[in-house]
């Protein structure tokens, strides 16, 4: 069971940059998909989430209008779309799956470096 994330990268203030969560070992789509960050000196902070159930999605307000997070089942992965990227969304990004947005995650993913300057 293994949840990879990619896609990250150095872009300029205002940039976009598209993460991918690709799962081997398991089904994502039985599973709540999240998104979470980790920037230098700073605790891990939840960004955003997508339900297993309906697809309902949730950002955190940092990201909410920026951010769109979406599931392709047919190649088991989710992707987080981040568009109008600003210094302050610099960090590493992991995804996670859980039972429940907001359940305990229990598998996670090796990170992906987002480093937003000019």
């Known amino acids: 069971v293994q949840l990879q994330a990619s896609g990250g990268g150095l872009v300029q203030p205002g940039g976009s940059l598209r993460l991918s969560c690709a799962a081997s070992?398991?089904?994502?789509?039985?599973?709540?998909i999240g998104w979470f960050r980790q920037a230098p000196g700073k605790e891990r902070e939840w960004v955003s989430c997508i339900s297993s159930s309906d697809g309902s999605t949730y950002y955190a307000d940092s990201v909410k209008g920026r951010f769109t997070i979406s599931r392709d089942n047919a190649k088991n992965t989710v992707y987080l779309q981040m568009n109008s990227l600003k210094p302050e969304d610099t960090a590493v990004y992991y995804c996670?799956?859980?039972?429940?947005?907001?359940?305990?995650?229990?598998?996670w993913g090796q990170g992906t470096q987002v480093t937003v300057s000019s």
């Open positions: 070992g398991f089904t994502l789509d039985y599973y709540a």
């Open positions: 996670a799956a859980s039972q429940s947005c907001w359940g305990l995650y229990e598998y």
